[in-house]
């Protein structure tokens, strides 16, 4: 498999629950990224890892947690998330912190 | 505030015929900019970008022109496809922050036969 790939594509959980989102690059970049896109709104940045390090968090409330245990994995882990939160959860990685992001094709998020 | 502004959702252009994606930015640090396609239910792929210090970047059938007195951009493709039918969004970045990039909303592009 080849690019950035995301599981799941499609996401429904409820405000109590807890799940994770992944995100993997066969692309051998060292910076990856989330970001959100809410319906009619701009892609928001929410994280940015350069070499498994958190360089960048967006004001991201805490019920977001990111994880990189390495430069080819990237986790968010979901947990007690709004109604608000539905979007569609976008990976993206990049060689170095760089403009050349490669994105991923993102997963679904509804909250009920 | 939105920091990079695509005020058109959407745009309808006959095959053959040029379209023409704008785009406008209020802040005067920005320094690199980006358009990107995205076609349903798959991510944003890059497709060309420019730097504050040229007015125009040619790729193809893509062109991108920024005036930066103006802060605008826009993107023309010329000719149109049905291929080219798809989402574009305008991403801008700041002088030493190239791991930020702000994204406009996007415009979405239907090239009719």
């Known amino acids: 498999e080849t690019g950035v790939t995301q599981t799941p594509r499609h996401l429904v959980m409820g405000m109590t629950n807890k799940k994770s989102l992944k995100c993997e690059q066969h692309?051998?970049?060292?910076?990856m990224y989330w970001y959100k896109q809410s319906a009619k709104k701009p892609l928001e940045l929410m994280f940015v890892?350069?070499?498994?390090?958190?360089?960048e968090n967006n004001s991201v409330p805490s019920r977001f947690s990111p994880e990189c245990p390495n430069s080819s994995h990237l986790f968010l882990h979901l947990h007690t998330l709004q109604p608000e939160d539905s979007a569609l959860y976008l990976c993206?990685?990049?060689?170095?912190?760089?403009?050349?992001?490669?994105f991923g094709s993102g997963t679904r998020l509804t909250v009920v | 505030d939105q920091q990079v502004k695509q005020n058109s959702p959407s745009l309808s252009v006959q095959e053959g015929r040029i379209s023409i994606l704008n785009c406008d930015y209020t802040?005067?640090?920005?320094?690199?900019f980006l358009w990107y396609k995205k076609y349903p239910a798959e991510g944003p792929t890059f497709l060309i970008s420019i730097s504050s210090i040229k007015d125009k970047n040619e790729d193809g059938r893509f062109t991108v022109f920024l005036n930066k007195s103006a802060k605008h951009l826009s993107l023309h493709i010329v000719p149109s496809q049905p291929g080219d039918s798809a989402v574009y969004f305008c991403a801008a970045s700041a002088i030493g922050t190239a791991s930020k990039l702000t994204f406009g909303t996007g415009t979405r592009l239907q090239v009719t036969l």
């Open positions: 692309l051998g970049h060292n910076a």
């Open positions: 802040n005067s640090m920005f320094d690199y």
């Open positions: 993206a990685s990049s060689q170095d912190t760089s403009y050349g992001y490669t």
């Open positions: 890892y350069n070499f498994k390090e958190q360089t």
